[in-house]
T-cell receptor
Framework: GQQLNQSPQSMFIQEGEDVSMNCTSS?????WLWYKQDPGEGPVLLIA?????ELTSNGRLTAQFGITRKDSFLNISASIPSDVGIYFC?????????FGAGTTVTVRA | EAGVVQSPRYKIIEKKQPVAFWCNPI?????LYWYLQNLGQGPELLIR????????DSQLPKDRFSAERLKGVDSTLKIQPAELGDSAVYLC???????????FGPGTRLTVT
């Protein structure tokens, strides 16, 4: 399948911090998606991006669709403990989703 | 609105045994997907149904895996016989049709010993 490079692989957050993660591809895609997966649950769609350059927010989450259509980033502002989990970027080509390997977010002790 | 329902949530079996997973999609969703998620990776598509028709099963290992969606609503994914490498999470997703975003169920975590 399509390889998406997602970074960082993992990160530690402290409550109140802003955090950022990104995803790149060697190919152009017209739909970029961000999902969150909690332990023992399926991925939940957070934000969908359909237009190059588009900046979309969902509460404290903001995601941008790169102008080259080969990348996207996700920002979480003022992080809270329930933000922990695995964040996946994905691209959709027709009906097919291809996922990155995920960014694991945990709370810094 | 109820989400995608999957059962069982967890299953432990010995290798060479058969196993089946069940999925009930969101009401009205014509497209149903089965995904495989290995540890530390994102989900990978196994099969897609449009109503009762399997329109893409190119990634389904057909020597041991089979799926059905007889009435175009709920679906069953079967593995027979299971191998150690089949240990993973099996996710079901649905969408109104293939042009819409997909909604995932909680998954079935399979452990083959």
């Amino acid at each position: 399948g399509q390889q998406l490079n997602q970074s960082p692989q993992s990160m530690f957050i402290q409550e109140g911090e802003d955090v950022s993660m990104n995803c790149t591809s060697s190919s152009i895609f017209n739909t970029w998606l961000w999902y969150k997966q909690d332990p023992g649950e399926g991925p939940v769609l957070l934000i969908a991006l359909y237009k190059a350059g588009e900046l979309t927010s969902n509460g404290r989450l903001t995601a941008q669709f790169g102008i080259t259509r080969k990348d996207s980033f996700l920002n979480i502002s003022a992080s809270i403990p329930s933000d922990v989990g695995i964040y996946f970027c994905a691209v959709r080509n027709d009906y097919k989703l291809s996922f990155g390997a995920g960014t694991t977010v945990t709370v810094r002790a | 609105e109820a989400g995608v329902v999957q059962s069982p949530r967890y299953k432990i079996i010995e290798k060479k045994q058969p196993v089946a997973f069940w999925c009930n999609p969101i009401s009205g969703h014509n497209t149903l997907y089965w995904y495989l998620q290995n540890l530390g990776q994102g989900p990978e598509l196994l099969i897609r149904y449009e109503n009762e028709e399997a329109v893409d099963d190119s990634q389904l290992p057909k020597d041991r895996f089979s799926a059905e969606r007889l009435k175009g609503v709920d679906s069953t994914l079967k593995i027979q016989p299971a191998e150690l490498g089949d240990s993973a999470v099996y996710l079901c997703a649905s969408s109104p049709d293939s042009t819409y975003e997909q909604y995932f169920g909680p998954g079935t975590r399979l452990t083959v010993t």
